[in-house]
């Protein structure tokens, strides 16, 4: 083959438009990224706006607007024909319209499970025939609940609603059983006294008409203290700390020992059983007592011996609203993060532009740098201008500002990084924003805002904690809401995901460019 | 003297003088992407300070060559060394001499004309108080100067190839590839394009263009005509008339139809003159082809109107203007001729 040349190649020469130290240059390539996505976002004021004002619209209604965390359950009651003997409409209202929202009150079963299955009412719930009767007969009836959810939490809050609620009807029907007992008690107390001053009187000598008043009395007693004690409710506290088994027991004593007066008496050796009947006599002494003391303790106490005391040690947990506001600058933070980094690359990708980047005097790290540095900065004012706003809401910032500062920006790397990896592994920019989507859904479900993470079996723990919205919940709440500092776990878990998905985003993009 | 190595028919051409040096120069580049896909055996040479235009349908391997010479493809063997150091392994100094016009728009519809040039501009790491001075020049230069604060997605077409012009002349390379720049565009812009790059190549720059259209052959200083991977001829625009003719035509016309076929063969007989042909459909006319239209005409007039010899009437003679059109389906029948079975690769 012919010589093409013999002349020896010799380099043009420099450019006399860059100049400065290389360094400098390097520099001046970084900056070349950062301004033009700075450029870029301040021409989309639609995007700034619903960055911004678009949470903030959100909370806002959220605030105006929410009510009760428990849902609202609308409920048929069933009532059998002629009612409920012992409970009128008004004290079944009371008991079931504390967590449930009567619709209506009907007899007829089949009309109400139209209405559940139609979708018109939420729950029905049947009432038995005679609750206070069956449970007298030692029975145990039963409140049927039936529901149509399809939601697993509506079905959970009916099953913890519908126990609650039987909870509170057994309390009142003990209530009941405990004020009927009561008052019995309080006539058999007065016999219980009479009978105790007649036995003194069985040590003196009697005329026969007196013995035989003596033994009818004592004969009447015996029953009615039988009677008290099968209806005392079968357990409960007294107000002077001692309890109905106490009383129960006593009443058993003291009938044991006017069988043995009234066995004396029949049999006419009063004299020979002098100290069963002191014995007996002591026995209802004590009865005595105890009836006093049952007829003076309200029912309450008897069937509910332990009292609730609620006590929040910051003075009372925060307004919904206020509680999800770091949950949502978090989300905001993330998802602005993800999708901006998601469409970064892969939008170069797509227009060619990674070609004239391979022309270009640049490498992959200053125009990482330089998007990383535009983005971070304007999601960053996007955040201190939201969270301007939240502070207008009432929302606090109990911490330190700088720890503040340190956490959102920390959490924009890890977000860009997580971004920045799905445009580096997304072939189209819908797919791109496709995975963006994904990764917004699994930070809704797996990274607290919701959902507690300690609801999540453990294997699911890894998907939460490799989002960073995760480490950003539980640090904005810590510092927002506790001022305290986040654990440590928020700190390294958000530095791990921006360093990993910063290597990783290197290595692919790299090999991507090299290929464009 | 050098020469330009044409590997279609192993024939050098004088095109540079002695005080240029060549700022492109590949020998046997191969680069294979699968049966017929690639460049074969590319060897050529680019001068400094000169315009090489490079011409060939959609697919013929122009976009990889211009790729290979920039760094973006390296090739599976042969040698080949841009501004004197193999594109393969280009240092950031390297490549701050290289200016690029992708065939794609890729500059940004968001950010303005100006914001546009800067970014291209500091890709290059040029300081702001240079781009700032350099911006004015080029903006007047392509003609946007009014469009600088407009955004690059309310640009024509025109003005997007005219602003990825300046971006890519921002940071004065010695040497720009621009990758069918006219494509698209309409005749008069075209036309005010190659004005561009004819002001460049005058202020010394060096200009790699690629193009479909044949007739903008005309305004490089050397044409290159790929077809299926391989460099079929590369020249100045009239060697490669010549090439692809054979030489000149003079195209005559006697007065007197009767002596048509005496004049041809007077013609046939003188040393210089390669071929004779009648013109089809034509009684009065020939074409003669010589090596020099411009050199032999003369000779050839006197010898047929020589009154001691044919004293042969020409009524008019002239150089037969040839398009670049005919000229490239020449060079392309020829091709196949010499290939005809299609052996490409």
């Given at each position: 083959?012919?010589?093409?040349?013999?002349?020896?190649?010799?380099?043009?020469?420099?450019?006399t438009?860059?100049?400065?130290s290389?360094?400098e240059?390097?520099?001046?390539r970084?900056?070349?990224?950062?301004?033009k996505?700075?450029?870029?976002?301040?021409?989309?004021?639609?995007?700034?706006?619903?960055?911004i004002?678009?949470?903030?619209?959100?909370?806002?209604?959220?605030?105006?607007?929410?009510?009760?965390?428990?849902?609202?359950?609308?409920?048929?009651?069933v009532?059998?024909?002629?009612?409920?003997?012992g409970?009128?409409?008004?004290?079944?209202?009371?008991?079931?319209?504390?967590?449930?929202?009567?619709?209506?009150?009907?007899?007829?079963?089949?009309r109400?499970?139209?209405?559940?299955?139609?979708?018109?009412?939420?729950?029905?719930?049947?009432?038995?025939?005679?609750?206070?009767?069956?449970?007298a007969?030692?029975?145990?009836?039963?409140?049927?609940?039936?529901?149509?959810?399809i939601n697993?939490?509506?079905?959970?809050?009916?099953?913890?609603l519908?126990?609650v609620?039987?909870?509170?009807?057994?309390?009142?029907?003990?209530?009941?059983?405990?004020?009927?007992?009561?008052q019995?008690?309080?006539?058999i107390?007065?016999?219980?006294?009479?009978?105790?001053?007649?036995?003194?009187?069985l040590?003196?000598?009697?005329?026969?008409?007196?013995?035989?008043?003596?033994?009818?009395?004592?004969?009447?007693l015996?029953p009615?203290?039988?009677?008290?004690?099968?209806?005392?409710?079968s357990?409960?506290?007294?107000?002077?700390?001692?309890?109905?088994?106490?009383?129960?027991?006593?009443?058993?004593?003291?009938?044991?020992?006017?069988?043995?007066?009234?066995?004396?008496?029949?049999?006419?050796?009063?004299?020979?059983?002098?100290?069963?009947i002191?014995?007996?006599?002591?026995?209802?002494?004590?009865?005595?007592?105890?009836?006093?003391?049952?007829?003076?303790t309200?029912?309450?106490?008897?069937v509910?011996?332990?009292?609730?005391?609620y006590?929040?040690?910051?003075?009372?947990?925060y307004?919904?609203v206020?509680?999800?506001?770091?949950?949502?600058?978090?989300?905001?933070?993330?998802?602005?993060?993800?999708?901006?980094?998601?469409?970064?690359?892969?939008?170069e990708?797509m227009?060619?532009?990674?070609?004239?980047?391979?022309?270009?005097?640049?490498n992959?790290?200053?125009?990482?740098?330089?998007?990383?540095?535009?983005?971070t900065?304007?999601?960053?004012?996007?955040?201190?201008?939201?969270?301007?706003?939240?502070?207008?809401?009432?929302?606090?910032l109990?911490?330190?500002?700088?720890?503040?500062?340190?956490?959102?920006?920390?959490?924009?790397?890890?977000?860009?990084g997580?971004?920045?990896?799905?445009?580096a592994?997304?072939k189209?920019?819908?797919?791109?924003?496709?995975?963006?989507?994904?990764?917004?859904?699994?930070?809704?479900?797996?990274?607290?805002?919701?959902?507690?993470?300690?609801s999540?079996?453990?294997?699911?723990?890894a998907?939460?904690?490799?989002?960073?919205?995760?480490?950003?919940?539980?640090?904005?709440?810590?510092?927002?809401?506790?001022?305290?500092?986040?654990?440590?776990?928020?700190?390294?878990?958000?530095?791990l995901?921006?360093?990993?998905?910063?290597?990783?985003?290197?290595?692919?993009?790299?090999?991507?460019?090299?290929?464009? | 003297?050098?020469?330009?190595?044409?590997?279609?028919?192993?024939?050098?051409?004088?095109?540079?003088?002695?005080?240029?040096?060549?700022?492109?120069?590949?020998?046997?580049?191969?680069?294979?992407?699968?049966?017929?896909?690639?460049?074969?055996?590319?060897?050529?040479?680019?001068?400094?300070?000169?315009?090489?235009?490079?011409?060939?349908?959609?697919?013929?391997?122009?976009?990889?060559?211009?790729?290979?010479a920039?760094?973006?493809?390296?090739?599976q063997?042969?040698l080949?060394?841009?501004?004197?150091?193999?594109?393969?392994?280009?240092r950031?100094?390297?490549?701050?001499?290289?200016?690029?016009?992708?065939?794609?728009?890729?500059?940004?519809?968001?950010?303005?004309?100006?914001?546009?040039?800067?970014?291209?501009?500091?890709?290059?790491?040029?300081r702001?108080?240079?781009?700032?001075?350099?911006?004015?020049?080029?903006?007047?230069?392509?003609?946007?100067t009014?469009?600088?604060?407009?955004?690059?997605?309310?640009?024509?077409?025109?003005?997007?190839?005219?602003?990825?012009?300046?971006?890519?002349?921002?940071?004065?390379?010695?040497?720009?590839?621009a990758?069918?720049?006219?494509?698209?565009?309409d005749?008069?812009?075209?036309?005010?394009?190659?004005?561009?790059?004819?002001?460049?190549?005058d202020?010394?720059?060096?200009?790699?263009?690629?193009?479909?259209?044949?007739?903008?052959?005309?305004?490089?200083?050397?044409?290159?005509?790929?077809r299926?991977?391989?460099?079929?001829?590369?020249?100045?625009?009239?060697?490669?008339?010549?090439?692809?003719?054979?030489?000149?035509?003079?195209?005559?016309?006697?007065?007197?139809?009767?002596?048509?076929?005496e004049?041809?063969?007077?013609?046939?007989?003188?040393?210089?003159?390669?071929?004779?042909?009648?013109?089809?459909?034509?009684?009065?006319?020939?074409?003669v082809l010589?090596?020099?239209?411009?050199?032999?005409?003369?000779?050839?007039?006197?010898?047929?109107?020589?009154?001691?010899?044919?004293?042969?009437?020409?009524?008019?003679?002239?150089?037969?203007?040839?398009?670049?059109?005919?000229?490239?389906?020449?060079?392309?029948?020829q091709?196949?001729?010499?290939a005809?079975?299609?052996?490409?690769n």
């Amino acid at each position: 083959m012919a010589e093409i040349t013999d002349a020896t190649p010799r380099r043009a020469s420099t450019s006399t438009m860059v100049e400065g130290s290389p360094l400098e240059r390097w520099l001046i390539r970084v900056r070349a990224y950062f301004r033009k996505e700075i450029n870029e976002l301040r021409r989309q004021p639609m995007l700034i706006l619903s960055l911004i004002g678009g949470p903030l619209l959100v909370l806002v209604l959220f605030g105006a607007s929410f009510v009760n965390s428990n849902p609202v359950l609308r409920t048929v009651i069933v009532v059998p024909e002629g009612g409920i003997p012992g409970f009128s409409e008004q004290d079944i209202r009371n008991l079931v319209g504390l967590n449930f929202t009567i619709e209506e009150f009907t007899s007829d079963p089949e009309r109400a499970d139209m209405l559940l299955r139609a979708g018109d009412v939420d729950v029905v719930q049947v009432l038995p025939q005679d609750v206070v009767g069956a449970a007298a007969r030692g029975e145990r009836p039963q409140i049927l609940v039936r529901s149509n959810a399809i939601n697993p939490m509506v079905e959970g809050w009916v099953q913890y609603l519908g126990y609650v609620e039987v909870n509170e009807i057994n309390k009142a029907l003990l209530r009941q059983q405990a004020a009927t007992a009561q008052q019995e008690a309080t006539t058999i107390r007065v016999k219980v006294v009479d009978t105790r001053g007649q036995l003194g009187e069985l040590e003196g000598t009697l005329t026969g008409a007196r013995r035989a008043e003596i033994q009818q009395n004592v004969a009447e007693l015996r029953p009615l203290l039988a009677g008290l004690e099968a209806r005392l409710p079968s357990d409960g506290a007294l107000a002077d700390g001692t309890g109905l088994g106490e009383l129960r027991a006593g009443i058993g004593r003291a009938n044991n020992g006017l069988a043995a007066v009234e066995a004396a008496l029949s049999e006419d050796a009063v004299q020979a059983r002098v100290d069963q009947i002191a014995n007996a006599a002591a026995e209802l002494e004590r009865v005595e007592g105890l009836l006093e003391t049952f007829t003076n303790t309200e029912p309450d106490l008897i069937v509910s011996p332990i009292e609730q005391r609620y006590e929040n040690i910051r003075g009372g947990a925060y307004q919904a609203v206020i509680y999800y506001a770091p949950g949502v600058l978090a989300l905001l933070i993330q998802h602005t993060a993800i999708t901006l980094g998601a469409l970064a690359l892969v939008r170069e990708r797509m227009m060619g532009a990674f070609e004239v980047f391979r022309v270009a005097p640049v490498n992959m790290i200053q125009l990482l740098l330089g998007k990383y540095l535009g983005y971070t900065i304007f999601i960053a004012l996007a955040a201190a201008l939201l969270f301007g706003g939240l502070r207008l809401l009432g929302v606090p910032l109990l911490g330190s500002l700088w720890e503040f500062a340190a956490l959102v920006v920390l959490l924009i790397l890890a977000s860009l990084g997580v971004g920045f990896l799905i445009s580096a592994v997304s072939k189209t920019d819908s797919q791109a924003i496709q995975l963006a989507m994904i990764s917004l859904l699994l930070s809704i479900f797996f990274s607290g805002f919701f959902i507690a993470l300690e609801s999540f079996a453990r294997p699911a723990l890894a998907v939460s904690f490799s989002l960073p919205m995760t480490h950003g919940v539980a640090g904005f709440q810590a510092l927002m809401l506790r001022g305290i500092s986040p654990e440590w776990w928020v700190w390294v878990g958000l530095s791990l995901i921006a360093v990993i998905t910063f290597g990783l985003v290197v290595f692919l993009t790299g090999r991507q460019l090299k290929q464009a | 003297m050098r020469g330009v190595l044409c590997p279609a028919v192993r024939r050098e051409v004088s095109v540079t003088t002695a005080t240029q040096r060549n700022v492109i120069e590949s020998n046997d580049v191969n680069l294979v992407f699968g049966p017929g896909a690639g460049v074969f055996n590319q060897s050529y040479v680019l001068p400094e300070g000169t315009i090489m235009g490079m011409i060939g349908p959609s697919g013929c391997g122009k976009t990889t060559t211009v790729r290979l010479a920039l760094g973006l493809f390296a090739p599976q063997n042969g040698l080949l060394n841009v501004l004197g150091r193999k594109p393969a392994v280009f240092r950031p100094l390297d490549r701050e001499q290289i200016g690029y016009i992708p065939q794609q728009f890729v500059l940004y519809p968001n950010l303005t004309v100006e914001e546009n040039a800067e970014f291209v501009a500091s890709l290059y790491g040029m300081r702001r108080a240079r781009i700032k001075q350099r911006m004015e020049e080029l903006l007047a230069f392509v003609d946007l100067t009014d469009a600088r604060k407009r955004l690059g997605s309310q640009l024509s077409g025109g003005m997007q190839r005219r602003l990825m012009l300046a971006g890519a002349l921002m940071h004065d390379p010695a040497l720009l590839f621009a990758d069918e720049p006219t494509a698209g565009i309409d005749p008069v812009l075209r036309g005010r394009f190659w004005e561009f790059f004819r002001k460049l190549r005058d202020e010394g720059r060096t200009l790699f263009v690629t193009t479909q259209v044949v007739s903008e052959a005309v305004y490089c200083d050397f044409v290159a005509v790929m077809r299926k991977g391989r460099l079929l001829a590369i020249d100045t625009p009239h060697g490669l008339k010549k090439r692809a003719l054979g030489g000149e035509i003079i195209h005559m016309t006697l007065e007197d139809p009767a002596r048509l076929k005496e004049a041809a063969a007077v013609l046939e007989r003188y040393e210089p003159v390669k071929k004779v042909l009648r013109v089809p459909g034509s009684d009065t006319e020939l074409h003669v082809l010589v090596e020099d239209a411009g050199e032999w005409l003369p000779e050839v007039l006197n010898i047929l109107e020589n009154p001691d010899g044919p004293a042969i009437v020409v009524a008019s003679a002239e150089e037969l203007p040839v398009s670049y059109d005919d000229v490239f389906i020449r060079i392309m029948e020829q091709s196949e001729q010499e290939a005809p079975d299609g052996r490409d690769n």
